[in-house]
């Protein structure tokens, strides 16, 4: 039985010829890295700052960690709580179509400041993928489930090519910020980045960090972080990506039961388990997709998830045909900590995973891969199959997260953004007004943007921003009207712009001086719009949110 043990295993890593690790499986501690980037201890930790600081984006309230998660094993890990879901091709909400992506910024214009959306209207965007994974992603040749950011890395601001290969990583971390969905605005470029990243105090909305971390920081500066990393204290848009690629290639998962099994580790599998890798193998055609210690090909195949025109994939950046719907083989590392799975966030449980490739894919089409057909594994081959997939493929690491997998409490996880209170009142165009409030709170933030959505087009608003809490408002209509005493304030708009099928909007901007005494202290936000409801009523109110200034 040893024998055949440790020959699977051979199996496994044989598939793609890479023997890796002392005991001949597994990965090594060290991906590919291309020789314009080596990997030095200063410009990891850089990296770590600058992937999980949400002032990289326009607005900050999103990080690169903030879609990429150890406690979702590497992917988004807010679709449990709240599905970010969009209509697919059919323009139709909660129909099989559907794409679950993950949550970006609102539509901000070239001066940061929110502006109605066609489909998402004031509301945070939503990408239209699920994100993949970014641990152990050093050691694919490409990035994005289309594979469209390669290993060429070329300069923003220049045009210049800094890397001719091995620098995907490098390329990928370029696209985020400066997409308007993601993290960025209208016009926001790699110069403006840059600006920002040198002049912000590095983790400055961090709830809390790790030890390592904060000792790292110690109260340095951003071009003291780059002197250090990098020898002088410019902030570039290349050595923002070069840091944050460095660090990225510390996110080495190489120490689940799973690795222990290509070594040849007795017991490293239960018995169960070990079944499962034998269906992986024969009988599940796993092996032909899932191959080596990362448990993938990185190739691209079309699976039948969805039709194939729903997304072209890989066809985008090739333009052949035969790619149509061809999308990047993921690996299988930590897949049980994933809270989606596919490029479109279709499914939430590896026993659905499972059960889809058993009935032979959903869809059809001439370029599907030839090893997609009916299975016919019985419920216990799948049962088995499932728990082969789940805990050998962990890293309890990644699961505990520990270093280097280890991460601060961000902004968007902590008590600090806006919550929601109240109700509101009706306005004459029979629709209940909103407040929209995602930004942090901090002191120096000078555009702090509040939004109101639903309201009647054409009338006027104001904003009532109090330190008065809900339990001192007063009741209007069944709405929360807060009315300011000393330190409130009041900002008039209007009239309300139409945004079509009677619904206005508006936005209002506080600048929040950068003053400590105003640390810790409690504002309550609500709209009124004056909007001639019925001969009684002459105002509409939003609901309301609160925040804590920090």
């Given at each position: ?149 390669n290993g060429t890395l070329v300069d923003p ?378 001969a009684t009523q002459r105002l509409a109110a ?9």
């Amino acid at each position: 039985m040893q024998h055949a043990h440790i020959l699977a295993a051979l199996l496994l890593v044989g598939a793609v010829g890479r023997a890796q690790g002392p005991g001949g499986g597994g990965l090594p501690n060290v991906p590919p890295t291309p020789p314009g980037n080596p990997i030095t201890a200063a410009k990891a930790s850089l990296g770590k700052v600058l992937f999980w600081d949400e002032q990289l984006s326009s607005n900050d309230s999103v990080a690169c960690g903030t879609c990429h998660s150890s406690s979702a094993g590497g992917t988004d890990p807010r679709a449990a709580s709240a599905p970010a879901r969009i209509p697919g091709p059919d323009g139709v909400l909660n129909t099989p179509d559907d794409i679950v992506g993950t949550r970006g910024v609102p539509h901000l214009d070239a001066t940061q400041q929110p502006v109605w959306d066609a489909l998402f209207g004031m509301d945070v965007q939503i990408t239209g993928r699920w994100s993949p994974t970014t641990i152990t992603a050093a050691f694919q040749p490409t990035q994005f489930y289309d594979g469209r950011a390669n290993g060429t890395l070329v300069d923003p601001v220049s045009g210049a090519i800094v890397i001719p290969n091995g620098a995907s990583l490098e390329t990928q971390i370029l696209q985020p910020p400066v997409s308007g969905v993601e993290m960025g605005h209208d016009g926001r470029d790699w110069n403006t980045i840059a600006t920002k990243i040198a002049g912000a105090t590095p983790m400055r909305l961090a709830a809390a960090m790790p030890a390592a971390m904060t000792t790292y920081i110690n109260g340095r500066s951003y071009p003291q972080l780059f002197a250090e990393a990098f020898g002088t204290s410019d902030v570039t848009p290349i050595r923002i990506a070069m840091a944050i690629a460095t660090y990225e290639r510390t996110l080495i998962s190489n120490q689940s039961p799973f690795d222990a099994f290509l070594r040849g580790v007795p017991g490293a599998l239960t018995p169960q388990e070990a079944a499962g890798e034998v269906v992986f193998r024969t009988q599940g055609r796993c092996l032909a997709c899932h191959p080596g210690p990362r448990g993938t090909d990185d190739t691209f195949r079309y699976t039948g998830v969805r039709p194939q025109n729903d997304d072209l994939g890989r066809f985008n950046v090739t333009g052949n045909p035969g790619d149509r719907g061809r999308m990047k083989v993921p690996n299988l590392l930590n897949l049980e900590l994933r809270q989606r799975y596919f490029h479109n966030g279709q499914f939430t449980t590896i026993e659905q995973v499972v059960d889809f490739y058993n009935r032979g894919g959903d869809f059809n089409a001439p370029n599907k891969d030839p090893n997609i057909v009916p299975l016919g594994l019985t419920p216990q081959q799948r049962a088995d199959l499932a728990a082969f997939l789940r805990r050998p493929f962990t890293d309890p690491r990644v699961r505990n997260r520990t270093a280097p997998f280890d991460e601060p409490v961000l902004w968007f996880q902590s008590n600090r953004v806006p919550q929601v209170v109240g109700v509101g009142t009706a306005g004459a165009n029979g629709k209940v007004p909103r407040v929209a409030a995602v930004e942090p709170a901090y002191i120096g933030n000078g555009a702090m943007s509040f939004s109101i959505v639903d309201g009647t087009p054409g009338k006027k608003a104001i904003l009532i921003v109090s330190p008065t809490l809900v339990a001192g408002g007063s009741v209007f209509q069944g709405a929360l009207l807060h009315v300011p005493t000393s330190g409130g304030t009041i900002v008039r708009i209007g009239p309300l712009a139409d945004a079509g099928a009677n619904t206005g909007w508006g936005r209002a901007t506080l600048n929040l001086p950068s003053n400590p005494a105003l640390v810790g202290q409690t504002r309550t936000a609500q709209w009124v719009v004056i909007d001639n409801v019925s001969a009684t009523q002459r105002l509409a109110a939003s609901n309301a949110v609160q925040y804590t200034i920090f």
